[in-house]
């Protein structure tokens, strides 16, 4: 996006969804407007909203800053004038501009494997116009452009500045976020996308990792280490963030981009692949999709349940003496379904693999509602009447614990593995 318009609550003020807002748009470098809604109803202070958004550097314009806030009332319909103004004023201050006798080019919003479209991807178009037909290169997938459909799922043949459409076509699903554009033929469309593919190898081998930090310094590419920290807490998150800032050296500043209280997500992922990030986790794990999104990304996501190792693994990457350390990995998710008793104390656990894989010896934390009851090892791993080794993600399977056997229905099994990771040490 070219500008932010970030909505705050009057009576609400700033939520977590807001701070999460701000550390994106701080990352990504676009101007934010604050936009102070519900200014109409009982109990609303905009006043406390601004010195809210001053606490996570939001200075607004009227205390003598950068930031526009404008209050407005959705339900009443006042202000939205002057927020429309505000918004071409900074488009203008920004020289946002856009020509529709252009080819076009934009970002791509979203991208899904339709079961009957096939590849589609939401393109917002940024400039030019995209017409049926056209030769479309998005990240490292090329293809002609088959079909488009407004935002209502209409039929159109043609889409300028500031139009977000359904582009049908591509021969895969291209990545969410990345640029597109229109090319003359098909053999510059496939030069560009190898340019691209190879270009996206070099980034990931200069993405920043804990491995990588000390040699990517003495070569000069890294002066800021850009961490994100999740914990179970928030205060053991902020407290975390605080530690790791005292680590900067000459050479190398910590900024800490955001800490905050819950598993890490598949946005904490998209910020830290943004702004060459690494993230920290604290008794926390990754879920399904921010998995995902890390391994498509390259991001480093590294998890840990003692505090200390966090601070002595992040000074030892920055000295470059970091060594082999056994560190836990998140596998797989599933959930009990049904309790099967084989005599007066054993109990088999009927479950469903939600995310990821379960595999025979992992090790696991089972948790009911918030609560942890019990972290172990998985004793057994049967599909129907045969051991096996793993199962994936969509399946059922019964499994066993340790002298564990205190199990209810719904509750939740995390999986992980302890695996050592080779740190090499690089000489100064």
Known sequence: TDIAILVVAADDGVMPQTIEAIDHAKAAGVPIIVAVNKVDKAGADPDRVLNQLMEHGLLPDRFGGETVTVNVSAKKKTGLDELLEMILLVADMQDLKANPDKPASGSIIE??????????????????????GDIVVAGSVYGRVRNLHDDHGRPVRAAGPSMPVEMLGLPEVPVSGDKFEVVEDLQKAKQIAEERKNAEQERRSHRVTLESLHALVEQGEVQDLCVIVKADVLGTAEAIGDQLRKLSTKEVNVRVLRTASGDISENDVNLAASSNAIVIGFNVSP?????????????????????????????????????????EMHIG??????????????????????????????????????????????????????????????????MSF????????????????????KREAIAK
């Open 111 to 132: 991208a899904e494997l339709h079961r009957g479209k096939g590849p589609v991807a939401t393109a917002l178009v940024q400039n030019g116009t995209l017409r049926v």
């Open 333 to 398: 998710t599933a959930e009990v379904r049904q309790l099967f008793k084989l005599g007066k104390h054993h109990v088999i656990a009927g479950c469903y693999v939600t995310g990821g894989k379960i595999t025979r010896g992992s090790l696991v934390r089972i948790s009911r509602g918030t609560t942890q009851i019990y972290e172990g090892k998985i004793e057994t791993l049967r599909r129907f009447k045969d051991d096996v080794k793993e199962v994936a993600q969509g399946f059922e399977c019964g």
């Open 287 to 327: 879920d399904t999709n921010a998995e995902r999104a890390a391994e498509n990304a390259g991001v480093d996501v590294n998890t840990y349940s003692i505090i200390y190792q966090i601070i002595d693994n992040l000074q030892l990457a920055i000295q470059g003496l970091l060594q082999p350390i056994k560190q």
């Open 402 to 421: 340790e002298k564990f056997h205190d199990l209810q229905e719904g509750d939740v099994i995390n999986a992980h593995i302890i695996q050592e990771v």
